[in-house]
């Protein structure tokens, strides 16, 4: 998938363009992907790390949360004006 991915502009990595990057290859060829089987130890390791992705992002969800919370005990405007920007490394980092 990473070959795949070097074709196509950008360098940003989020699961939206891996999928897009997955559904391309698979439309235009298809030998290139190959099937998982259903019961192997292939299967159980992709099941395990897509639970703890799930863990994790249920947990930055939860802290995102907790951050807005006590930004908005602290000053309501400075929350406001953050936004969704909130997130990003340099409001974490004036934070």
């Given amino acids: 998938m990473r070959r795949a ?9 989020t699961d939206r363009r891996d999928a897009f990057v997955i559904a391309m ?3 235009s060829i298809p030998t ?4 998982v089987p259903n019961r192997s130890d292939t299967r159980a390791d992709l099941a395990a790390l897509a639970s703890y992705d799930d863990d994790c992002r249920c947990d930055m969800t939860r802290e995102i949360n907790r951050l807005r919370a006590h930004l908005l005990e602290i000053s309501p405007t400075f929350e406001r004006a953050l936004g969704d920007s909130v997130t990003s490394l340099f409001a974490l980092k004036l934070l």
């Fill in 5 to 13: 991915a070097g074709i196509l502009p950008g360098e940003a990595k």
């Fill in 25 to 27: 290859t698979a439309a």
């Fill in 32 to 35: 290139a992907l190959r099937p």
